[in-house]
């Protein structure tokens, strides 16, 4: 097996253990949505992708056909879309989309076009 050398993409260096790296993202996401409710549009959508995921990379080790499954770029950018992931993760907690909104919308809000 060799060593990649470059993924020719600009800025973004070689992850040598990204393998690794998106197991840890993944699951620390799984426990962050755990912390949602059940019936949350965004944990249910978002814990069966991340599930999908953390299964095709624990059970392969051959990084180049973990890029082929997933089919979602280089193990390098999968690590920044998962902690891109994770981070938005942090950030609906404390939003807490699933609760019902503090009034009504303003006239208009939600009529199209403007």
Do not use: F
Not at 12 to 39: F, W
Not at 97 to 108: F, N, V, Y
């Amino acid at each position: 097996m060799s060593i990649k050398q470059t993924t020719r993409i600009t800025g973004m260096g070689v992850i040598p253990n990204a393998r690794d790296l998106l197991c840890s993202l993944y699951n620390k996401t799984l426990s962050l949505l755990a912390e949602m409710p059940n019936q949350s549009a965004y944990r249910q959508n978002t814990e069966r992708i991340i599930k999908q995921r953390l299964k095709v990379v624990s059970t392969e080790t051959d990084d180049k056909k973990i890029e082929s499954i997933l089919n979602d770029g280089q193990m390098e950018e999968l690590v920044d879309k998962a902690k891109r992931e994770c981070n938005l993760t942090e950030k609906m907690i404390g939003w807490e989309p699933w609760k019902p909104s503090l009034g009504p919308p303003p006239p208009g809000q939600w009529k199209w076009p403007i």
